[in-house]
DNA sequence: GGTATGATGGGC
DNA sequence: CCCATCATACCC
């Protein structure tokens, strides 16, 4: 089954959470790939300091502020892209970054990390601002009927936010207990 | 096992 | 100047 945006549309720690176990499916060049997604970070309004929103309202930051149910990607480090997807209502800016998605070839893990899965799925700024809700998405999330109970999600502090005052610190880090493509312990 | 660092470019 | 990263180098 599509997620629809009334799916994105909710609390985006809560959203974060669901989003482990459903599955990222990309349309590229007449292929279908799909992947689980295994772990997940809630960046939840302009109030956190750890999420390109909280410095307002610009060029790059503006599609956190659509409606839910929008791709959010941009590149870091001048050579990764990340894919985030917009939550909660248009206005409020807020996005799930999802990290690691369970995904080998020739027994090499190819996306448990944020950079590497845009890398294996062929993901960069063209997608930025697309709808993952629309009838011929070429990226969007499925549920497949996996429900990961709530004793399997652990919750942890984000990656690479140490500048972020004590929102460093929030644990809105999520991921599948024991899962062998999670990025970071 | 661990930590350190360079690559590389756009945002502020 | 600073990064929501990754691969490689080197050290214990």
Same mark, same amino acid.
């Given at each position: 089954?599509?997620?629809?945006?009334?799916?994105?549309?909710?609390?985006?720690?809560?959203?974060?959470?669901?989003?482990?176990?459903? !599955?990222?499916?990309r349309?590229?060049?007449?292929?279908?790939? /799909?992947?689980?997604?295994?772990?997940?970070?809630? #960046?939840?309004? =302009?109030? +956190?300091?750890? /999420?390109?929103?909280?410095?307002?309202?610009?060029? &790059?930051?503006?599609?956190?502020?659509? *409606? %839910?149910?929008? $791709? #959010?990607v941009y590149l870091i480090?001048?050579?990764y892209h990340c894919l985030?997807?917009?939550?909660?209502?248009? @206005?409020?800016?807020?996005?799930?970054?999802i &990290? %690691?998605l369970?995904?080998?070839?020739? @027994?090499?893990?190819?996306a448990?990390g944020p950079g590497k899965l845009c890398r294996a799925l062929g993901i960069d700024r063209?997608l930025?601002?697309?709808? %993952?809700?629309?009838?011929? %998405?070429?990226?969007?999330?499925? +549920?497949?009927?996996?429900?990961? =109970? &709530?004793?399997?999600?652990? *919750?942890?502090?984000?990656?690479?936010?140490?500048?972020? @005052?004590? $929102?460093? +610190?929030?644990?809105?880090?999520?991921?599948?207990?024991?899962?062998? !493509?999670?990025?970071?312990?």
């Amino acid at each position: 089954m599509l997620l629809d945006s009334s799916f994105f549309n909710q609390k985006t720690a809560l959203v974060a959470q669901e989003l482990l176990g459903k !599955f990222l499916v990309r349309r590229i060049g007449g292929k279908t790939l /799909s992947a689980m997604i295994v772990e997940t970070e809630a #960046y939840v309004g =302009p109030h +956190d300091l750890a /999420s390109h929103a909280s410095k307002g309202k610009t060029e &790059r930051t503006k599609v956190m502020f659509e *409606k %839910a149910g929008v $791709w #959010y990607v941009y590149l870091i480090y001048g050579m990764y892209h990340c894919l985030n997807i917009v939550t909660e209502e248009k @206005g409020y800016p807020s996005a799930v970054l999802i &990290r %690691a998605l369970e995904l080998e070839v020739e @027994g090499k893990k190819i996306a448990n990390g944020p950079g590497k899965l845009c890398r294996a799925l062929g993901i960069d700024r063209k997608l930025n601002g697309v709808s %993952a809700v629309a009838k011929n %998405a070429q990226l969007f999330i499925e +549920d497949r009927g996996e429900k990961i =109970p &709530r004793n399997k999600i652990v *919750k942890a502090k984000r990656i690479g936010v140490d500048y972020a @005052g004590k $929102w460093k +610190d929030e644990l809105l880090r999520f991921y599948i207990k024991g899962n062998k !493509f999670v990025s970071k312990k």
